[in-house]
């Protein structure tokens, strides 16, 4: 029988859209265009294509539109356990499981590490990831840390740098002495000669730890060999489209390097682990999870590998480049919505760092709300319960495309250029990386990336938290070196370091002088843009209140002992005062004079060294007041805000 439409005769459903015009493309781009015209949005841009003022220009090329619709379609997407596997390998998803909860650990006591893992697995965690060899544990001391793990139930996964070879003994001994037959060894040996390489500047030789790696595997099925890391990218401050095109050429040159070494190409590829970073973005990490799946399904259906045998081990750790050492309980935030779209967008493990490990070592509150996390978005949300839940989205979709595109595009340069051992050795993958970070550090330093607790809202006057060094870290590369991690959040702690250390050697915070002009009402919004601009470089404010002309302005100005100076008030108090209030302010002794608002000419030509706005270099104005505030320290007044006490 024929059901009728919704709202038709005799449905007894109401129809909704009665009575509303209809919903078209050309409606809401009129309704966009009269919306941004009322924003100031000048005429010839709205003329064809109003939409593209709300467009975002992503790292890797492409924009992202402010609607998605079925037209144009995405790629196909397939269903969860089938090719291109974009929507994952396995029908169910990770019903009911979830994903593998993996715990990093860099402790380099052996007694300390022992006691931490236990307290992790007893607690949640399911999988172990364990720096060892170099300035992490040694490899020696390996089987000590590992003796209350059930190593048949608990796979360990190394992170062993140059030093795999003596890691990878350790791990098999200790499997060995705990009974666990070598059928049935599910561990990862880590081996990345790749990242290794490139973190310490040097070229890197793929065959020789291959071929150890696949002497370790004979007999044993289960054991996982190395990792095609694309972290490395993406905490040098890359591009999601980099990570993920290196991360497959990382597997590619791998998969080669093991079929050389004996191993069938099936076998080969299942003895891969990927490695990618998740932040707080999370479409950009759901979609590029997916889109990495079908990069890599793309790599082995040319390779010849059945549809079968294609599955790909993803592990995401959420990025370093997001953390900070500032309010870093904000990153407690941070690290959810990363995990939570790794989850989503279907890894099969997921490493949650602490919120204080860009101090040091992480404490054991630190690591309990790190492991809480992933448990509570598993069981309590039930985030797994729902197999590939963005899969449909039109925007998801859309920006999977984009992603794989420009993933496929740098994989397809590496390769071009010999291989991702070549684009290492010879600087191709650092200067592509290089050239992504210098945007990216431009966006930060101009707050069009916020960063909360950091450029945005940071908290002035808090203490900050000291954790011990952790050894294991990566040490800062020396000038055309390898590659670093790149912190987000870099310039402004140094700068907030700078002032800190200043209130240590005095007991008072550099301290600029806000000029507020005029009523509350009229000086308000811009006496608070001014004082969180400031306040993200350790500079604390004055704020005199409401001040009548030129004599009040200049008169509290010598009496704050300050040497700098910021307008604050209204266009109107501004086109009546300003300019004399800065040449005042300059006559009476004034280092710099900042205004609070746009750029104009005839300021400048009264004495304005620089303009407080929106979209101005932040970085570069708190490193000229920094400087100018450190070098001719004043006497504080009785009334300046944000000293440390």
């Excluded at 890691?167 to 705990?178: G, I, Q």
Aim: charged share 20%.
């Amino acid at each position: 029988m024929d059901v009728p439409e919704s709202g038709a005769a005799g449905s007894g459903a109401p129809n909704l859209a009665e009575g509303f015009p209809a919903a078209t493309h050309e409606r809401w781009r009129g309704l966009v265009a009269g919306v941004l015209r009322k924003s100031g949005v000048p005429e010839e841009r709205l003329a064809d294509a109003p939409e593209s003022v709300l467009a975002t220009h992503t790292y890797d090329g492409f924009d992202i539109e402010p609607l998605h619709t079925s037209d144009p379609p995405a790629a196909d997407p397939g269903f969860p356990g089938l090719p291109p596997f974009t929507r994952g390998y396995r029908p169910g998803g990770g019903v009911p499981q979830g994903w593998d909860i993996r715990a990093r650990h860099t402790d380099a006591d052996p007694a300390v590490l022992r006691r931490r893992l236990h307290n992790d697995l007893m607690n949640g965690v399911s999988s172990l990831w364990i720096a060892v060899g170099g300035t992490g544990l040694p490899a020696s001391a390996l089987g000590e840390a590992l003796t209350d793990v059930h190593l048949d139930l608990a796979p360990v996964v190394l992170a062993p740098g140059a030093d795999h070879a003596d890691a990878a003994d350790a791990l098999l001994d200790a499997h060995a002495d705990a009974g666990v037959p070598d059928g049935r060894i599910t561990s990862h040996l880590g081996v990345d000669p790749l990242t290794t390489a490139a973190l310490a500047g040097e070229r890197p030789d793929v065959m020789d730890p291959v071929r150890f790696a696949v002497d370790r595997a004979q007999g044993r099925p289960g054991l996982g060999l190395v990792v095609a890391d694309g972290t490395l990218v993406h905490n040098a401050g890359g591009s999601e489209g980099q990570e993920t095109g290196f991360a497959v050429a990382a597997g590619t040159a791998y998969l080669r390097a093991l079929h050389a070494a004996g191993l069938d190409l099936p076998d080969a590829a299942r003895r891969v682990e990927f490695r990618l970073s998740a932040n707080a973005d999370q479409f950009s990490v759901i979609a590029k999870l997916r889109a990495v799946r079908a990069m890599w399904n793309q790599v082995l259906a040319a390779s010849g590998v059945p549809a079968g045998q294609r599955a790909m081990r993803l592990h995401a750790a959420t990025s370093e480049a997001m953390m900070t050492r500032r309010d870093p309980h904000v990153n407690m935030l941070r690290t959810t919505v990363a995990c939570f779209a790794a989850g989503v967008g279907g890894a099969d493990a997921v490493t949650a760092a602490p919120f204080d490990s860009a101090l040091g070592m992480s404490d054991d509150f630190a690591r309990r709300i790190a492991r809480n996390t992933q448990s509570l978005l598993i069981e309590e949300s039930h985030l797994a319960q729902v197999i590939d839940p963005a899969g449909g989205s039109f925007y998801v979709e859309s920006l999977t495309r984009d992603l794989y595109r420009a993933g496929w595009a740098l994989f397809q340069e590496v390769e071009a250029a010999g291989g991702a051992a070549e684009a290492v050795g010879h600087g191709l993958l650092r200067e592509r990386v290089d050239a992504v970070w210098d945007r990216r550090r431009l966006d930060l330093a101009h707050r069009r990336a916020p960063l909360t607790g950091v450029s945005e809202f940071p908290n002035a006057d808090e203490t900050p938290l000291v954790r011990p060094a952790d050894p294991a870290a990566p040490v800062p590369p020396a000038s055309g070196g390898g590659f670093p991690v790149r912190r987000y959040a870099d310039d402004y702690e140094t700068l907030r370091d700078r002032s800190d250390a200043r209130v240590d050697d005095t007991g008072h915070r550099p301290t600029a002088f806000l000029a507020t002009l005029g009523p509350v009402a009229a000086h308000t919004a811009r006496a608070s843009f001014a004082t969180n601009l400031l306040a993200a470089g350790g500079i604390a404010v004055e704020d005199p209140g409401p001040l009548d002309g030129v004599a009040a302005a200049t008169d509290a100005f010598a009496a704050s002992g300050s040497r700098v100076a910021v307008i604050c008030s209204s266009d109107a108090v501004y086109a009546e005062s300003a300019e004399a209030v800065a040449r005042s302010l300059k006559g009476a002794g004034a280092r710099r004079v900042l205004l609070a608002g746009a750029p104009g000419d005839a300021y400048r030509e009264a004495g304005v060294d620089a303009f407080a706005h929106r979209g101005c270099d932040a970085v570069a104005l708190l490193a000229d007041l920094v400087e100018v505030l450190l070098a001719d320290p004043p006497e504080p007044s009785a009334t300046a805000q944000g000293a440390r006490t």
